[in-house]
């Protein structure tokens, strides 16, 4: 998880005027992050008084990261208050993933997969700074808001909450399933599982889908772990209650291999935007799970 002072809308050196960014801020309820320890508590109405703001501008120098909601300063429509709140469900089909590494085009990307009725999309972006993130974090989120495709964010929480998204994605090596549950209660918070072991944790522990693999090898996650295949995908489809998406290395000619795991949904990166038409893959594959569907009744 990336927490930066440079993704959040107050002064980076808080003065006089800092502080009464700050202070408004605070009158909204606020997240204190301690990046230090991993501790995330969350404190509900902070208190305008002289000493929490004394104390929070301290954390704020030191380095750690103040994390702000702001249902008055942004609108009725953030926060737990949300509207048009979209939940998973388990037929998820085909996950496509808007990755930095293939595109620049994201907003192109999620038209795209928006007019072809795709249910998730996800942006993941291992280029950009936060504040970049979170800029085109908001353009999809603006695309997708009144759709039915839900937005999700990798990696970065406070990007998926300051651009409003649907959920985060987090990994095994980012911040911890319960700390962004706290910061986001009403979100979608989808995690990377790699073995049964983890699988069973993060369903346990509340986790809205799982994202397993890889289940073939990839050279997009160049740190992924070995590809587990899809004998282990279906033990762990059976083994767990929440949607499984599969990821890592799938692609047309393998994808019937990964659906007969029991899959709810396939998470795909490179055989759709390293292909020479994205449109004409994502319709493919789209076509081809559909046909799997309805074949299996
Ligand atoms: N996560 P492609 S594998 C982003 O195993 C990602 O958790 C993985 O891209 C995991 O479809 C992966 O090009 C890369 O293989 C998926």
Redesign the pocket.
């Known amino acids: 998880m990336l927490l930066r002072a440079e993704t959040i809308p107050i002064e980076p050196d808080p003065g006089n005027a800092g502080v009464g960014k700050l202070t408004e801020h605070l009158r909204c309820s606020a997240f204190f992050i301690d990046l230090n320890h991993r501790d995330i508590s969350v404190s509900g109405k902070v208190k305008k008084d002289e000493k929490t703001q004394r104390k929070n501008l301290n954390l704020y120098n030191r380095n750690l990261c103040l994390f702000v909601s702001y249902p008055r300063v942004r609108g009725d429509n953030w926060g737990s208050g949300l509207k048009n709140m979209k939940k998973i469900d388990k037929d998820i089909g085909l996950y496509f ?1 808007i ?1 930095s590494g293939f595109t620049s085009d994201f907003v192109q990307m999620a038209r795209l997969a928006i007019d072809i009725g795709l249910k998730i999309i996800q942006y ?1 972006d291992k280029n950009a700074d936060a504040s970049e993130m979170l800029e085109n974090a908001i353009k999809i989120r603006k695309l997708t808001e009144e759709t039915d495709t839900i937005f999700i964010v ?1 990696d970065n929480v406070d990007v998926a909450f300051n651009a409003n998204a649907d959920g985060v994605h987090i ?1 095994q090596k980012d911040a911890r399933y319960e700390d962004v549950r706290k910061l986001l209660p009403d979100k979608i918070i989808g995690v ?3 073995n049964m072991e983890q699988s069973l944790l993060a369903n346990k522990i509340g986790a809205d889908y799982l ?6 090898s ?4 160049p740190d ?2 070995p590809p587990i295949g899809v004998k282990k995908l279906a033990e762990i489809v059976k083994a767990t209650s929440v949607p499984v998406v599969a ?5 047309l000619k393998n994808l019937e291999s990964v659906l007969e795991a029991g899959v709810n949904g396939v ?8 292909s020479s038409n994205p449109e004409k893959e994502i319709k493919k594959i789209k076509n081809k799970i559909n046909k799997y569907n309805q074949m299996k009744g």
């Open positions: 993933i990755d993941r990798n990994g990377s599982t790699e994202g397993v693999g890889p289940i073939f990839t050279v997009t996650k992924a772990a990821i890592g290395g799938i692609n998470a795909i990166i490179s055989a759709i935007l390293g």
